[in-house]
């Protein structure tokens, strides 16, 4: 029991991290009339933790690999092994942080291969999925229709977010835009040009704001013809 009650701790802890999966990327055949080769990554899936290299076909001595991200940077990592068919590398671990891989490099010893059994070399990388995050209930303003816009404060401690959503109750609401304000005087203005029923709420807004701090966001809409009363309530969620 005691070690069943263990293995349900630590599975709980690992869903609350996030699983773990290798993912393919791509692949090259090595042809032997160079010692380096490419291999593109998409533009949509290019943000990896760890990549592997597994070869098929015949063995290659690799020397280095060089990965480079999206926004020009690149990352040389020594690595001098020989991988035979049928093995992989070890999982190498990157430190370009939330930088997107564009493409990796690698380099390898030139061998007299047979042009019947080129090595094959195979590219994954190491994703995390991540349970999704819960939203915050941030806080709530009543549009009077007196003017075309209104403001919900965030509290100092509570200001770091990666997306917000706006919620309404009590009668629809049409947005034009949001302006996202930060603790540093910077703002982000986003176009959200939608009308949301009562009970809707708008799409996650992602932030570019990285690490700064949220003080406040506006947002801005079409006025309408609330009646006393019945005036819409619009809540702010972020997460």
Do not use: C
Request: aromatic residues 8%; without cysteine.
């Amino acid at each position: 029991m005691g070690a069943l009650l263990l293995l349900m701790g630590i599975g709980q802890a690992a869903l609350a991290q996030g699983a773990k999966r290798w993912v393919y990327l791509g692949q090259t055949t090595v042809n032997g009339q160079r010692d380096y080769d490419r291999i593109g990554i998409g533009r949509n899936e290019g943000r990896f933790q760890s990549i592997q290299l597994r070869v098929s076909g015949a063995p290659v001595e690799f020397q280095r690999v060089i990965v480079n991200y999206a926004n020009g940077t690149s990352e040389e990592l020594e690595f001098r092994d020989r991988i035979p068919a049928g093995g992989q590398t070890r999982a190498i671990d990157l430190r370009g942080g939330e930088r997107a891989i564009s493409n990796v490099e690698f380099r390898f010893s030139k061998a007299n291969w047979s042009r019947r059994a080129l090595p094959k070399v195979s590219l994954y990388g190491l994703d995390i999925v991540r349970r999704p995050v819960p939203w915050s209930y941030l806080g709530q303003a009543t549009v009077s229709g007196s003017r075309d816009h209104d403001r919900i404060g965030i509290g100092r401690n509570e200001g770091r977010f990666q997306s917000i959503q706006l919620r309404v109750a009590g009668a629809p609401v049409e947005f034009h835009r949001v302006v996202v304000n930060y603790a540093n005087g910077t703002h982000d203005e986003v176009e959200v040009r939608d009308r949301i029923s009562a009970g809707g709420q708008t799409r996650a807004i992602d932030l570019r704001g990285g690490d700064r701090v949220i003080s406040s966001v506006d947002f801005f809409y079409g006025k309408g013809s609330w009646r006393t009363g019945a005036q819409p309530r619009v809540s702010l969620y972020g997460r």
